[in-house]
C-alpha cells in the first residue's frame, strides 16, 4: 500500500470534484427563451415559409439554412433545415444542429426545442462541449435549462451509453490528462452532482472505477460506488478494492476517506484485507490507517503471515506498514524457516488481542518495493502459541516444538524467523525436541533380535504308544480273550 495507490484514489474523488462540469463555468442563461427564427443566409431569405395558424400562432418552414436566436439568453441555434410549430412552441432543426450558450455548446444531427418546457432534444451523433474542455459524446442527450418558474438548475440527461471524458485542471490552470467516464445513462445535475448507471467505468490512465451504477457530488466531495463496484490502480503497483458498496469522501479534492461495505477486499502486493467493512483513512492523499470490522471475522494476510480476529486496526504513519491491531478472539499464524526446517505446519498464535509490530527501518522504509517483516508479536489474554525451531540434533528429522500458555506472550523474530519466546505471568507448557537413536543402542538391538529363538507355533503333544505285554505269567482269566502276548 504506497502512495501511489492511494493518489490515485484522490485522483478519483477529484474526478468527482470535476464530473459536476459546471462548478466553475458562466452563469447560466435566464428567463424564458422568445425565439426568433430566420433563415440563415440573410441576402437570400426565400427559403423560408410563414404560415399563420387559426390560433393566431405562426408555423415556420425554413430551408437552406435557418437560424434561431433568443437574444436575451445569449443563445443560438442553427441547422441546415427547420420548423417551428406556434401552438406547441417547438422548434424542429434537421442536419448539422448547431447550439450555443454560454455554459454549452453542442452538435447533432436533429434537435428540437421545447420552449415551453426550456428543453433541448439532441439526436444522433451528439458531441457536447463544455468551456472546461470536458466533452460528451453519445446517440442522445436532453438539456434541461435553468428557467424562472420552470426549474433553478439545469439538468442534462445522457442515454445510449454516452461517453464522457472530464478535464481536470492543475493549480496552475493547465488541463490534465482527461478521465472517461462511460455508463447506459448518464444525469448530470445542477453545479454538482452527477448520476451514471449501467456497467459504469470510470477510466484514468492509472486507475478503472466499476460499477453499475454510480453518484458524485462536487459541492461534498463525496463518490459512491455501488453493485459489483470496485476500483483498479495499475501499474506497477496494482491494487483492487471490491465490496457491495463504496464510499469516497474527500476534503479539497484529496481523498481523505475510502469506506468499502459488504465483503470488503483489498489486494495489493502486500497484503490483501478482507472484512465486512473496511474503512481506510487518509491525510493529504496518503493512506495512514485501516479498519476492518463486521459480524465476519476480518483478516490480514500475505504469504509470510495471516491474522484473523473479530476486528484489526492496520496503522501505516506515511503508507508504510507499522502496527496492526486484532481485537477478539485474535489468530496469527506465520510460515516457520522451512529451509532449516522439516515441516509443513504453521507457527500459531492466540490470544485475546494480538499487537504486530513490522519493521520499520530506515532500509525497509526507503525501499518502496520491499514488504516490512513482523518484529513483534505479542498476544494478551488467554495467550497460547505452538511454534517451531530447529533441533539441538542437527541430524534429527522434525522440528523441536515450542507449546506455551500464559496471561501475555511476546514473540520476537529475526530474519523473519522466531527467534525467542517469553511468557508474562502464569506460564505453562511443553517442549518437545526430537533426537536420533544412538549408535550402540541400535547396535544392541540388533544382536537382541539375532540371539532371541525364533518362535513357532505350538503343536498338539503325540499320542502316547502302549509297550508290548512281555510278562510269562498265565493271562489273567478275567481278562476277555485270554492268552498270550502274541494272540
Request: net charge neutral; charged share 20%.
Amino acid at each position: 500500500m504506497r502512495s501511489r495507490l492511494w493518489l490515485r484514489f484522490a485522483a478519483v474523488i477529484a474526478l468527482a470534484a470535476s464530473a459536476s462540469l459546471q462548478a466553475q463555468q458562466p452563469a447560466a442563461p435566464t428567463g424564458q427563451c422568445q425565439l426568433d427564427v430566420a433563415a440563415r443566409d440573410t441576402l437570400n431569405p426565400g427559403g423560408l415559409t410563414q404560415i399563420t395558424q387559426p390560433s393566431g400562432q405562426v408555423n415556420l418552414y425554413a430551408g437552406g439554412g435557418v437560424i434561431a436566436r433568443c437574444p436575451l439568453q445569449n443563445m443560438t441555434l442553427t441547422a441546415d433545415s427547420g420548423e417551428y410549430y406556434g401552438d406547441r412552441r417547438l422548434l424542429h432543426l434537421i442536419g448539422n444542429v448547431h447550439y450555443v450558450e454560454p455554459r454549452l455548446t453542442l452538435d447533432s444531427q436533429l434537435a428540437n426545442y421545447f420552449m415551453a418546457e426550456e428543453r433541448l432534444e439532441a439526436q444522433g451523433k451528439v458531441h457536447a462541449l463544455l468551456p472546461s474542455g470536458t466533452t460528451m459524446d453519445g446517440p442522445r442527450m436532453d438539456y434541461y435549462r435553468v428557467a424562472p418558474g420552470i426549474r433553478d438548475q439545469s439538468n442534462m440527461i445522457a442515454t445510449g451509453r454516452p461517453t464522457i471524458k472530464i478535464v481536470q485542471a492543475d493549480s496552475t490552470g493547465k488541463p490534465g490528462e482527461p478521465a472517461t467516464v462511460i455508463a447506459n445513462m448518464v444525469t448530470m445535475r445542477g453545479d454538482s452532482t452527477v448520476f451514471a448507471s449501467g456497467k459504469v467505468e470510470i477510466t484514468r490512465p492509472d486507475v478503472l472505477a466499476k460499477g453499475d451504477s454510480a453518484s458524485l457530488d462536487s459541492r461534498s466531495e463525496f463518490a459512491r460506488l455501488m453493485r459489483g463496484p470496485s476500483i483498479t490502480a495499475r501499474g506497477d503497483r496494482p491494487f483492487v478494492l471490491t465490496g457491495t458498496v463504496i464510499d469516497l469522501y474527500g476534503k479539497t479534492r484529496m481523498v481523505d476517506r475510502v469506506i468499502a461495505r459488504g465483503d470488503a477486499k483489498s489486494v495489493s502486493n502486500d497484503a490483501t484485507l478482507t472484512a465486512d467493512t473496511l474503512d481506510f483513512r487518509m491525510n493529504e492523499g496518503r493512506l495512514q490507517r485501516v479498519y476492518g470490522w463486521g459480524e465476519s471475522r476480518s483478516r490480514a494476510a500475505n504469504p509470510a503471515y495471516d491474522i484473523v480476529a473479530d476486528s484489526l486496526d492496520v496503522r501505516m504513519p506515511e503508507q508504510r506498514l507499522r502496527e496492526v491491531h486484532a481485537v477478539g478472539d485474535a489468530y496469527a499464524q506465520s510460515v516457520p524457516d522451512t529451509a532449516h526446517l522439516h515441516t509443513t505446519e504453521h507457527d500459531w498464535l492466540r490470544g485475546d488481542t494480538i499487537l504486530a509490530y513490522f519493521d520499520s527501518s530506515a532500509a525497509v522504509v526507503n525501499d518502496s518495493a520491499s514488504q516490512p517483516g513482523i518484529e513483534t508479536l505479542v498476544a494478551v489474554g488467554h495467550a497460547r502459541s505452538y511454534y517451531q525451531i530447529a533441533p539441538r540434533d542437527t541430524a534429527a528429522i522434525g522440528p523441536a516444538i515450542n507449546y506455551v500458555r500464559g496471561e501475555r506472550i511476546n514473540v520476537a523474530f529475526a530474519n523473519r524467523t522466531v527467534d525467542s519466546v517469553t511468557i508474562v505471568g502464569q506460564a505453562a507448557g511443553v517442549y518437545a525436541d526430537p533426537t536420533t537413536p544412538k549408535a550402540d543402542s541400535l547396535a544392541r538391538e540388533r544382536q537382541e533380535q539375532s540371539t532371541t529363538p525364533p518362535t513357532r507355533e505350538p503343536t498338539a503333544p503325540e499320542r502316547p504308544t502302549v509297550p508290548p505285554d512281555t510278562s510269562s505269567t498265565a493271562p489273567n482269566p478275567g481278562r476277555r480273550g485270554g492268552g498270550t502276548g502274541d494272540e
